[in-house]
């Protein structure tokens, strides 16, 4: 077997809360055009479905957005016969 490589892209989204707790949202592979605008816009729908775990606290906004990108190496390690 060969070595093998792999490459994702993460969208990690930190959403915050009134009581100072937060929330991080990861989605895979996102479109690599995605616009501040585009996140933006998923806000309402982000606040009116979360709720935070330390009485009810309710969901503020954005606290960080990023793309995380990551390569992972698989080194084949099998010895020859």
Known sequence: ????TKHSNQLKLVVGFADGDDRT????NPKGDITAAQI????PAVIAALQG???GATPTGWRDAKVVESTTVYLDIT???
């Open 53 to 55: 775990d330390k009485a």
């Open 40 to 43: 933006n816009a998923l806000k």
């Open 25 to 28: 949202i990861s989605l895979e």
């Open 1 to 4: 077997m060969a070595d093998r």
């Open 79 to 81: 010895p020859n016969a």
